[in-house]
């Protein structure tokens, strides 16, 4: 079955330092990887998508290359700022429908970033 | 627009006491829907979905129950709730960009029902 494993948070960084937080995935065929973000009592927000290996997604200064040869899919930020400060899932998503008829993607655990002043 | 909304945002509850939760989508038809939960300090747990009215696909066994009345409303609910019950439900919605081989489900999250039982 597919999985997706993070690092263990939580990652704690200083203003304008380098992020890097790291994901592995485990799937048949050729899925779809997703960073989502998830601030302080809310829901999930999509952060950076990329459907194909070599691709790369990048938003608000946040970046990943989907990198098939290695299975991973790294968040990285050249400078992180305090409301950066939040919970960061990796997850994928494949072209397999469960018995049920709906896509079900998979979430790795999540990784809490803490960015301090 | 496409929207989601849950309420209510936050409830505090006594054992034994029934649970509903409501989620409900606006700006679209048919969606797939799905309720995940959020306990403390862990990840996502993945509690219902469903592909259409009254189809609901429960993926662990437990307390909670799932029903789909109309199209774009998904409803979480107990009889009688546990101290385990406790945690932050999300409901999501799936939606799918561009096509073929380039394309990707992705999920839209509503903002989040927070459940203490005392």
């Known amino acids: 079955g597919n999985s997706v494993t993070q690092m263990e948070g939580p990652v704690t960084l200083s203003e304008e330092a380098f992020l890097t937080i790291n994901c592995t995935y485990t799937?048949?065929?050729?899925?779809?990887l997703f960073w989502y973000v998830q601030y302080p009592g809310e829901g999930l927000q999509l952060l950076l998508k990329?459907?194909?290996?070599?691709d790369k997604g990048s938003n608000k200064g946040f970046e990943a290359t989907y990198r098939k040869e290695t299975t991973s899919f790294h968040l990285e930020k050249g400078s992180v700022q305090v409301s950066d400060s939040a919970v960061y899932f990796c997850?994928?998503?494949?072209?397999?429908?469960?018995?049920?008829?709906?896509?079900?993607?998979?979430f790795g655990r999540g990784t809490s970033l803490i960015v301090h002043p | 627009s496409q929207t989601i909304h849950q309420w209510p945002a936050t409830l505090v509850q006594p054992v034994g006491s029934p649970l509903s939760l409501e989620c409900t989508v606006e700006?679209?038809?048919?969606?797939?829907l799905y309720w995940y939960r959020q306990a403390a300090g862990r990840g996502l747990q993945l509690l219902f979905y469903?592909?259409?009215?009254?189809?609901i696909s429960s993926e662990v066994p437990q307390n909670l129950s799932a029903s789909r009345p109309q199209d774009r409303q998904f409803i979480l609910s107990s009889k009688k709730l546990l101290l385990s019950d406790s945690g932050f439900y999300l409901c999501?919605?799936?939606?799918?960009f561009g096509q073929g081989n380039s394309g990707a489900n992705v999920l839209t999250f509503g903002a989040g029902s927070r459940l203490t039982v005392l």
């Open positions: 799937a048949t065929g050729y899925p779809s």
């Open positions: 999501a919605w799936r939606t799918h």
């Open positions: 469903s592909v259409g009215i009254g189809q």
């Open positions: 997850a994928l998503s494949d072209t397999a429908r469960r018995s049920g008829g709906s896509y079900i993607p998979t």
């Open positions: 990329a459907t194909k290996a070599d």
């Open positions: 700006g679209t038809s048919n969606p797939n």
